[in-house]
Protein backbone atom coordinates (compact mmCIF):
# COMPACT_ATOMS: atom_id res chain seq x y z
CA UNK A 1 0.00 0.00 0.00
CA UNK A 2 1.05 3.91 -0.70
CA UNK A 3 0.78 5.89 2.09
CA UNK A 4 0.46 9.25 2.11
CA UNK A 5 -0.38 11.05 5.31
CA UNK A 6 -0.85 15.36 5.66
CA UNK A 7 1.55 16.54 2.56
CA UNK A 8 2.33 19.63 2.06
CA UNK A 9 4.73 20.31 -1.10
CA UNK A 10 6.46 23.18 -2.54
CA UNK A 11 8.64 23.78 -5.45
CA UNK A 12 9.44 27.38 -3.98
CA UNK A 13 12.67 27.64 -1.48
CA UNK A 14 11.17 30.98 0.29
CA UNK A 15 10.65 28.76 3.73
CA UNK A 16 8.42 31.99 5.45
CA UNK A 17 6.43 31.93 2.33
CA UNK A 18 6.16 28.61 -0.03
CA UNK A 19 3.71 28.68 -2.84
CA UNK A 20 2.02 25.19 -1.96
CA UNK A 21 1.88 22.98 -5.05
CA UNK A 22 0.18 20.63 -2.76
CA UNK A 23 -1.25 21.58 0.58
CA UNK A 24 -3.06 19.10 3.13
CA UNK A 25 -2.92 15.70 1.02
CA UNK A 26 -3.94 12.37 2.50
CA UNK A 27 -4.90 8.96 0.66
CA UNK A 28 -3.83 5.47 0.77
CA UNK A 29 -3.59 3.69 -2.39
CA UNK A 30 -4.24 -0.40 -2.12
CA UNK A 31 -2.54 -3.14 -3.51
CA UNK A 32 -4.37 -3.79 -7.06
CA UNK A 33 -6.26 -0.57 -7.32
CA UNK A 34 -6.44 1.16 -9.69
CA UNK A 35 -6.68 4.64 -9.06
CA UNK A 36 -7.63 7.96 -11.63
CA UNK A 37 -6.44 11.46 -10.28
CA UNK A 38 -8.26 13.78 -11.90
CA UNK A 39 -8.11 17.94 -11.85
CA UNK A 40 -7.42 21.07 -13.93
CA UNK A 41 -4.01 22.35 -15.06
CA UNK A 42 -1.58 23.03 -12.35
CA UNK A 43 -3.53 21.29 -9.73
CA UNK A 44 -1.13 19.12 -8.18
CA UNK A 45 -1.79 15.77 -10.31
CA UNK A 46 1.37 15.99 -11.58
CA UNK A 47 3.40 17.18 -8.41
CA UNK A 48 2.01 14.17 -6.45
CA UNK A 49 3.19 11.51 -8.79
CA UNK A 50 6.58 12.80 -8.71
CA UNK A 51 6.28 12.61 -4.85
CA UNK A 52 5.49 8.60 -5.01
CA UNK A 53 8.50 7.25 -5.79
CA UNK A 54 10.61 9.82 -4.27
CA UNK A 55 11.78 12.11 -7.19
CA UNK A 56 10.63 14.63 -4.99
CA UNK A 57 10.16 14.98 -1.25
CA UNK A 58 7.27 16.55 1.01
CA UNK A 59 8.23 19.75 3.13
CA UNK A 60 5.71 18.05 5.60
CA UNK A 61 3.60 14.83 6.20
CA UNK A 62 5.04 11.73 4.83
CA UNK A 63 4.74 9.07 2.06
CA UNK A 64 5.26 5.46 2.33
CA UNK A 65 5.15 2.34 -0.19
CA UNK A 66 4.92 -0.62 1.39
CA UNK A 67 6.04 1.35 4.66
CA UNK A 68 9.07 2.25 3.14
CA UNK A 69 9.22 6.03 3.62
CA UNK A 70 10.62 8.52 0.85
CA UNK A 71 12.44 9.88 3.17
CA UNK A 72 14.85 7.25 3.79
CA UNK A 73 17.45 7.72 1.37
CA UNK A 74 18.32 3.86 1.60
CA UNK A 75 14.90 2.80 0.46
CA UNK A 76 14.84 5.01 -2.39
CA UNK A 77 16.34 2.19 -4.71
CA UNK A 78 13.55 -0.78 -3.76
CA UNK A 79 10.73 1.94 -4.11
CA UNK A 80 11.66 3.28 -7.33
CA UNK A 81 12.05 -0.83 -8.14
CA UNK A 82 8.30 -0.94 -6.66
CA UNK A 83 7.12 2.07 -8.18
CA UNK A 84 7.33 2.80 -11.67
CA UNK A 85 6.47 6.27 -13.96
CA UNK A 86 5.41 6.90 -17.69
CA UNK A 87 5.48 10.76 -18.19
CA UNK A 88 3.81 12.89 -20.77
CA UNK A 89 6.96 13.45 -22.59
CA UNK A 90 8.39 9.87 -23.35
CA UNK A 91 11.76 11.16 -24.91
CA UNK A 92 12.56 11.85 -21.86
CA UNK A 93 12.54 8.42 -20.56
CA UNK A 94 14.23 6.51 -23.70
CA UNK A 95 17.49 5.50 -23.08
CA UNK A 96 17.87 2.79 -25.91
CA UNK A 97 19.00 3.54 -29.85
CA UNK A 98 16.99 0.38 -30.52
CA UNK A 99 13.51 -0.44 -29.42
CA UNK A 100 14.76 -3.86 -27.84
CA UNK A 101 17.75 -1.97 -26.21
CA UNK A 102 15.36 0.44 -24.50
CA UNK A 103 13.19 -2.12 -22.98
CA UNK A 104 16.39 -4.27 -22.22
CA UNK A 105 18.19 -1.17 -20.36
CA UNK A 106 15.54 -1.26 -17.87
CA UNK A 107 15.64 -5.17 -17.28
CA UNK A 108 19.07 -4.73 -16.94
CA UNK A 109 18.91 -2.27 -14.55
CA UNK A 110 16.58 -4.73 -12.10
CA UNK A 111 19.30 -7.83 -12.70
CA UNK A 112 15.95 -9.94 -15.09
CA UNK A 113 18.13 -12.83 -16.38
CA UNK A 114 19.46 -12.13 -19.49
CA UNK A 115 18.45 -15.48 -21.26
CA UNK A 116 14.55 -14.45 -20.73
CA UNK A 117 14.83 -10.94 -21.90
CA UNK A 118 14.10 -11.52 -25.65
CA UNK A 119 10.78 -13.18 -24.61
CA UNK A 120 10.08 -10.51 -21.98
CA UNK A 121 11.01 -8.03 -24.72
CA UNK A 122 8.39 -9.20 -27.00
CA UNK A 123 5.40 -9.86 -24.48
CA UNK A 124 5.99 -5.90 -23.12
CA UNK A 125 6.00 -4.15 -26.73
CA UNK A 126 2.52 -6.93 -27.63
CA UNK A 127 1.22 -5.79 -24.27
CA UNK A 128 1.59 -2.15 -25.35
CA UNK A 129 0.48 -2.84 -28.18
CA UNK A 130 3.39 -1.43 -29.91
CA UNK A 131 3.71 -3.81 -33.46
CA UNK A 132 7.35 -2.80 -34.58
CA UNK A 133 10.68 -4.40 -34.58
CA UNK A 134 13.00 -4.68 -32.16
CA UNK A 135 15.70 -3.24 -34.56
CA UNK A 136 13.59 -0.54 -35.20
CA UNK A 137 15.80 2.74 -33.95
CA UNK A 138 13.70 5.11 -31.05
CA UNK A 139 14.27 7.90 -33.42
CA UNK A 140 12.17 6.33 -36.04
CA UNK A 141 8.83 6.28 -33.81
CA UNK A 142 6.49 8.48 -33.99
CA UNK A 143 5.25 10.49 -30.78
CA UNK A 144 2.19 7.39 -29.63
CA UNK A 145 4.52 4.51 -30.73
CA UNK A 146 7.55 6.71 -28.48
CA UNK A 147 4.60 6.69 -25.61
CA UNK A 148 3.42 2.69 -26.18
CA UNK A 149 7.86 2.24 -25.62
CA UNK A 150 7.96 3.99 -22.72
CA UNK A 151 4.74 1.62 -21.39
CA UNK A 152 6.14 -1.20 -22.78
CA UNK A 153 9.83 -0.58 -21.10
CA UNK A 154 7.83 -0.07 -17.39
CA UNK A 155 5.80 -3.01 -18.67
CA UNK A 156 8.23 -5.24 -18.65
CA UNK A 157 9.91 -4.52 -15.30
CA UNK A 158 6.88 -5.81 -13.67
CA UNK A 159 6.06 -2.73 -11.41
CA UNK A 160 3.90 -3.16 -8.16
CA UNK A 161 2.64 -0.07 -8.51
CA UNK A 162 2.62 1.89 -12.27
CA UNK A 163 2.15 5.75 -12.24
CA UNK A 164 0.82 6.91 -15.81
CA UNK A 165 1.24 10.76 -15.86
CA UNK A 166 -0.77 12.03 -18.85
CA UNK A 167 0.92 8.98 -20.86
CA UNK A 168 -1.67 8.89 -23.58
CA UNK A 169 -1.61 12.36 -24.77
CA UNK A 170 0.11 11.89 -28.38
CA UNK A 171 -2.34 8.64 -28.72
CA UNK A 172 -5.38 9.04 -31.08
CA UNK A 173 -8.40 8.35 -30.07
CA UNK A 174 -8.70 4.34 -31.03
CA UNK A 175 -5.10 4.02 -29.82
CA UNK A 176 -5.88 5.34 -26.53
CA UNK A 177 -8.83 2.71 -26.54
CA UNK A 178 -6.44 -0.13 -27.11
CA UNK A 179 -3.64 1.76 -24.34
CA UNK A 180 -6.82 1.33 -21.68
CA UNK A 181 -7.55 -2.47 -23.16
CA UNK A 182 -3.87 -3.35 -23.05
CA UNK A 183 -3.28 -2.48 -19.57
CA UNK A 184 -6.48 -3.91 -18.46
CA UNK A 185 -5.29 -6.99 -19.56
CA UNK A 186 -2.00 -6.80 -18.33
CA UNK A 187 -3.49 -6.10 -15.02
CA UNK A 188 -5.56 -9.26 -15.38
CA UNK A 189 -2.55 -11.25 -16.14
CA UNK A 190 -0.18 -10.11 -13.25
CA UNK A 191 -2.32 -7.61 -11.07
CA UNK A 192 -0.69 -4.18 -10.14
CA UNK A 193 -1.47 -1.01 -8.77
CA UNK A 194 -1.99 1.26 -11.25
CA UNK A 195 -2.23 5.50 -10.69
CA UNK A 196 -3.91 7.30 -13.65
CA UNK A 197 -3.03 11.22 -14.51
CA UNK A 198 -5.42 12.07 -16.88
CA UNK A 199 -7.55 15.02 -18.48
CA UNK A 200 -10.16 12.44 -20.20
CA UNK A 201 -12.71 10.93 -17.71
CA UNK A 202 -14.13 8.45 -20.06
CA UNK A 203 -10.63 6.56 -19.75
CA UNK A 204 -10.89 6.39 -16.77
CA UNK A 205 -14.68 5.46 -16.14
CA UNK A 206 -13.67 1.75 -15.08
CA UNK A 207 -10.85 2.68 -12.37
CA UNK A 208 -11.92 1.49 -8.63
CA UNK A 209 -11.56 5.04 -7.23
CA UNK A 210 -11.30 8.83 -8.29
CA UNK A 211 -9.51 11.53 -6.71
CA UNK A 212 -10.42 14.71 -7.86
CA UNK A 213 -7.35 17.66 -7.62
CA UNK A 214 -7.73 21.12 -7.22
CA UNK A 215 -5.66 24.03 -6.46
CA UNK A 216 -3.35 21.31 -4.85
CA UNK A 217 -5.94 19.55 -2.76
CA UNK A 218 -7.67 16.96 -2.68
CA UNK A 219 -11.18 18.10 -3.30
CA UNK A 220 -13.28 14.51 -3.52
CA UNK A 221 -12.08 10.95 -3.27
CA UNK A 222 -15.00 8.14 -4.36
CA UNK A 223 -15.74 5.69 -7.01
CA UNK A 224 -16.60 6.77 -10.62
CA UNK A 225 -20.13 5.94 -9.81
CA UNK A 226 -20.32 8.39 -6.77
CA UNK A 227 -18.62 11.52 -8.51
CA UNK A 228 -19.74 11.35 -12.39
CA UNK A 229 -23.30 12.46 -11.53
CA UNK A 230 -22.03 15.88 -9.15
CA UNK A 231 -21.98 17.89 -12.10
CA UNK A 232 -20.87 21.08 -9.88
CA UNK A 233 -18.05 19.17 -8.34
CA UNK A 234 -16.77 18.01 -11.39
CA UNK A 235 -17.19 21.71 -13.08
CA UNK A 236 -15.30 22.97 -10.03
CA UNK A 237 -12.27 20.34 -10.87
CA UNK A 238 -12.03 21.28 -14.34
CA UNK A 239 -13.37 18.12 -15.71
CA UNK A 240 -16.42 17.46 -18.37
CA UNK A 241 -18.30 14.80 -18.14
CA UNK A 242 -18.05 12.24 -21.75
CA UNK A 243 -20.65 12.38 -24.03
CA UNK A 244 -22.95 9.19 -22.66
CA UNK A 245 -22.55 10.12 -19.00
CA UNK A 246 -23.93 13.85 -19.98
CA UNK A 247 -26.90 12.03 -22.25
CA UNK A 248 -27.43 9.70 -19.03
CA UNK A 249 -28.07 13.08 -17.10
CA UNK A 250 -30.44 14.53 -19.51
CA UNK A 251 -32.43 11.53 -19.76
CA UNK A 252 -32.38 10.91 -15.98
CA UNK A 253 -33.80 14.35 -15.76
CA UNK A 254 -36.30 13.22 -18.68
CA UNK A 255 -37.18 10.28 -16.04
CA UNK A 256 -35.89 7.88 -18.15
CA UNK A 257 -33.77 5.38 -15.63
CA UNK A 258 -30.27 4.59 -16.46
CA UNK A 259 -28.52 3.26 -12.89
CA UNK A 260 -27.45 -0.11 -14.35
CA UNK A 261 -26.45 0.61 -17.59
CA UNK A 262 -22.65 0.50 -18.54
CA UNK A 263 -21.88 4.28 -19.40
CA UNK A 264 -18.93 2.94 -21.44
CA UNK A 265 -21.15 0.13 -23.48
CA UNK A 266 -22.94 2.34 -26.65
CA UNK A 267 -24.34 -1.21 -27.63
CA UNK A 268 -26.45 -1.27 -24.32
CA UNK A 269 -27.75 2.78 -24.64
CA UNK A 270 -28.85 2.09 -28.11
CA UNK A 271 -31.20 -1.12 -26.67
CA UNK A 272 -32.09 0.60 -23.75
CA UNK A 273 -32.97 3.89 -25.93
CA UNK A 274 -35.05 1.66 -28.28
CA UNK A 275 -36.98 0.32 -25.25
CA UNK A 276 -37.96 3.30 -23.64
CA UNK A 277 -39.05 5.45 -26.68
N1 LIG B 1 9.19 22.35 -11.79
C1 LIG B 1 8.36 23.22 -11.19
N2 LIG B 1 8.84 24.33 -10.58
C2 LIG B 1 8.03 25.22 -9.96
N3 LIG B 1 6.69 25.08 -9.89
C3 LIG B 1 6.15 24.00 -10.48
C4 LIG B 1 6.95 23.02 -11.16
N4 LIG B 1 6.13 22.06 -11.64
C5 LIG B 1 4.87 22.41 -11.28
N5 LIG B 1 4.88 23.58 -10.59
C6 LIG B 1 3.71 24.26 -9.99
O1 LIG B 1 3.09 23.35 -9.08
C7 LIG B 1 1.67 23.42 -9.17
C8 LIG B 1 1.11 22.03 -9.46
O2 LIG B 1 1.58 21.65 -10.73
P1 LIG B 1 1.43 20.16 -11.31
O3 LIG B 1 2.40 20.02 -12.42
O4 LIG B 1 1.52 19.21 -10.18
O5 LIG B 1 -0.08 20.21 -11.85
P2 LIG B 1 -0.89 19.16 -12.72
O6 LIG B 1 -2.17 18.92 -12.00
O7 LIG B 1 -0.06 17.98 -13.04
O8 LIG B 1 -1.22 20.00 -14.02
P3 LIG B 1 -1.34 19.53 -15.59
O9 LIG B 1 -2.72 18.99 -15.76
O10 LIG B 1 -1.14 20.82 -16.32
O11 LIG B 1 -0.26 18.54 -15.87
C9 LIG B 1 1.36 24.47 -10.24
O12 LIG B 1 1.09 25.67 -9.58
C10 LIG B 1 2.65 24.56 -11.03
O13 LIG B 1 2.81 25.85 -11.56
MG1 LIG C 1 0.70 17.19 -14.83
Same mark, same amino acid.
Given at each position: MIRIHDVFFSYSDFEDDPR? +? #?QNVSLDIQENEFVAFLGPNGSGKSSLSRLLNGIELPQQGSIAVDELSTEDQASIPSIRRKVQMVFQNPENQQVGFTVGEDIAFGLSNFSWPRESMPSRIQWALQTAGLNVDVDRLVSQLSGGEKQKLALAAVLAIGPEYLILDEATSMLDPSARKQF??? #??? +? *? *? #? *?PFSLIYVTHHMEEVMAADRWVLFSEGRVRAIGTPEELWRKPELLQSCGLELPYLNRLALMLEQDGVHTGDMDAANLDEWGRKLCKSS
Open positions: W +A #LVTS #LAE +A *R *R #L *R
